[in-house]
């Protein structure tokens, strides 16, 4: 041990600058940082909303790559059916082998109707009031047995009669008489493919969505930005502060209120005007009288009332209950004659959590101003 | 104890018109570190390794000083604070680095509370390798609070009050901060504190490089 008895002290009293000084980051060594990024997590924060139709279409797709490789054979019975292919359609007079989209008219009836019917293709830059829409064509297959319209992709249509096989493509479509014969092969304009407004509807969904990531983008921004002018607001003193719950009786507002003004009325010259107590701690609004002790250069001498309330702490807290007191003060000389306010707090050191140095002097401001406006509106 | 008087700022001749306050404001959100999380919650793989690069000396430092397996406590952080970086707010008053200080922190005391066998630390001499002694208290108090004294002999604490006094006076977190994480009163918080500071003195006094009086 040394022998030097004011080393421990010494020593002592230095501690918090040298510790301070200590350096609060250290670099790792780097294979460690490898290894944390090798083996970090994938990070999830919540599913986006756009997730869903993502699931959705994954779940399609993934429904279309678990299917069995050979298509289903479908026999269908009387009516109008929509088939996704690929699949094998039975009907009365021959197979349709699909491999996309067709729709098909079964009925019973025997002649078709040749007034909307058509056999030339149809021209959406020059459309007719008598549009050929799959449904026409369906309602124009009421006439004939079968009438097979490809909406999309390709179909072959084998003839149970041995007659050659029909290969059919986007648009095209085919009666089969119910004598089992294909009685003719049409056209019509597709639904989803077609080679001139396909492109310009793929073009448009791609601005859309551009615009929509744009928006959603600028959605965001905002989104944050609100936010970081929330979190400024909180940090420079906008936002009440709580009183603790583990805070000290006498600091709480009705003994302490009793405490500063005990304090105020043993210095002459001085009054309270206010005690804010509405958030924690409470602030003190100390007025100058006409007999406040002026100071050497004129100025009113704030030092004695400052003082009695600062250097003191209210009945009951524990003397080495460590505190902490602010005093702000404004003077003003106008025509020679000087009054001013002083605003002080005085609260637990422990108490006074990050932010309230800013919320205070929020208050303080608020303070001073709220007596200035009361002043003059008294004048 | 007697505690000290009421810090005060008050003026002794108060000028006309003058706000006696003077704190500088808190500085506003870091929109750097928002921007950055972002990224990693995309799952840029860039970001990640830039937070790692950014957040990777601050966790290294605590666990280096706080934890008997440092390798391994940086190792669990990592692991601890990837899941949980959805919850840090930035709009609130926290940085990311404090916010990280303080998880970091409150895993570190779990793993101080589970582990059953606490490492023994054994008492020798800081540093005599170097004849750095002297006849001035002044010049031996500096020299005692040499970087590598002191980092040796907060080796000597016990782990919770050498968690108190290197997040308190080298990280700069609030007491009461401290408090709430370690589970503890901030009056236990403070008590440990000092006990800790006075057990450093005299840790570093006692291998103080000061010649003997004679």
New interface residues.
């Given amino acids: 041990m040394t022998d030097h008895p004011d080393l421990h002290d010494r020593i002592e009293d230095a501690l918090p600058e040298a510790l301070a000084a200590l350096p609060a980051d250290l670099p790792p060594p780097p294979e460690l940082d490898a290894a944390v990024l090798a083996t970090a997590p994938p990070i999830r924060r919540g599913w986006p909303r756009w997730t869903a139709p993502i699931a959705l279409a994954a779940g399609v797709l993934l429904g279309i790559g678990l299917a069995p490789s050979s298509a289903p054979t479908l026999t269908l019975t009387p009516g109008a059916h929509h088939i996704e292919g690929p699949a094998t359609v039975v009907v009365p007079g021959g197979t349709l082998h699909l491999d996309g989209t067709a729709a098909i008219q079964f009925s019973q009836a025997t002649e078709p109707n040749p007034g909307t019917v058509r056999d030339t293709p149809r021209t959406p830059a020059t459309p007719e009031p008598t549009m050929f829409t799959p449904r026409d064509l369906l309602a124009a297959g009421s006439g004939a047995a079968v009438t097979i319209a490809i909406l999309a992709g390709t179909g072959t249509w084998s003839a149970s009669d041995a007659s050659p096989d029909h290969v059919l493509t986007t648009g095209d479509a085919l009666q089969v008489a119910p004598n089992r014969k294909v009685v003719r092969t049409v056209a019509v304009p597709p639904t989803t493919e077609d080679p001139q407004t396909l492109p310009a509807a793929k073009e448009q969904l791609a601005a859309l969505r551009q615009r929509n990531t744009e928006l959603e983008e600028a959605r965001d921004a905002l989104d944050f930005e609100v936010k970081a002018l929330r979190g400024q607001l909180s940090a420079y003193g906008a936002t009440a502060t709580e009183w603790p719950d583990d805070l000290p009786d006498p600091y709480r507002p009705e003994p302490f209120t009793e405490w500063a003004e005990s304090v105020i009325a043993d210095v002459p010259g001085f009054a309270i005007a206010e005690v804010d107590c509405s958030e924690f701690p409470c602030l003190v609004l100390v007025e100058s009288g006409p007999d406040a002790p002026l100071a050497e250069d004129g100025s009113i001498d704030w030092d004695a009332a400052g003082r009695a309330f600062a250097d003191q702490k209210p009945p009951g807290v524990p003397e080495d209950t460590e505190s902490s007191a602010g005093i702000s003060v404004m003077e003003t000389n106008k025509d020679g004659e000087r009054s001013g306010v002083m605003v002080l707090y005085n609260a637990p050191d422990s108490h006074m959590a990050d932010g309230i140095q800013e919320r205070l002097q929020v208050r303080t401001r608020d303070a001073a101003q709220r007596l200035a406006e009361a002043d003059a509106t008294a004048q | 104890?007697?505690?000290?008087?009421?810090?005060?700022?008050?003026?002794?001749?108060?000028?006309?018109?003058?706000?006696?306050?003077n704190?500088t404001?808190?500085?506003?959100?870091r929109?750097s570190e928002?921007a950055l999380l972002r990224a990693?919650?995309r799952?840029d793989?860039t970001a990640?390794?830039q937070l790692?690069?950014q957040l990777?000396?601050?966790?290294?430092?605590l666990c280096?000083r706080l934890d008997p397996e440092p390798?391994d406590a940086?190792?669990a952080a990592?692991?601890h604070l990837?899941?949980r970086?959805?919850r840090f707010d930035?709009?609130?008053?926290a940085s990311l680095s404090t916010w990280t200080t303080t998880v970091v922190h409150r895993l570190l005391v779990d793993r101080h509370r589970r582990r059953s066998v606490r490492p023994f630390v054994p008492g020798g001499p800081l540093d005599d390798t170097l004849d750095t002694r002297t006849d001035d208290?002044?010049t031996?108090?500096?020299r005692?609070?040499d970087?590598s004294r002191?980092?040796a002999a907060l080796d000597r604490l016990p782990e919770p009050q050498r968690r108190i006094?290197v997040l308190h006076?080298?990280?700069?977190m609030?007491?009461?901060d401290i408090a709430r994480t370690e589970g503890i009163a901030?009056?236990t918080c403070?008590s440990r504190l000092h006990r800790a500071?006075?057990r450093?003195?005299?840790v570093?006094?006692?291998h103080?490089p000061?010649r003997?009086?004679r």
């Fill in positions: 104890m007697r505690g000290r008087p009421p810090t005060s700022q008050f003026p002794r001749n108060p000028p006309h018109h003058r706000c006696v306050y704190h404001p808190r500085p506003g959100i929109v928002t990693v919650h799952g793989p990640r390794a790692v690069k990777g000396p601050r966790v290294w430092a280096t390798e940086y190792q990592w692991a990837w899941p970086l959805h930035p709009t609130g008053t208290p002044e031996a108090t500096a005692a609070l970087r002191l980092t006094v006076h080298i990280h700069g609030p007491l009461a901030a009056g403070k500071r006075a450093l003195a005299e570093l006094a006692a103080a000061l003997k009086a």
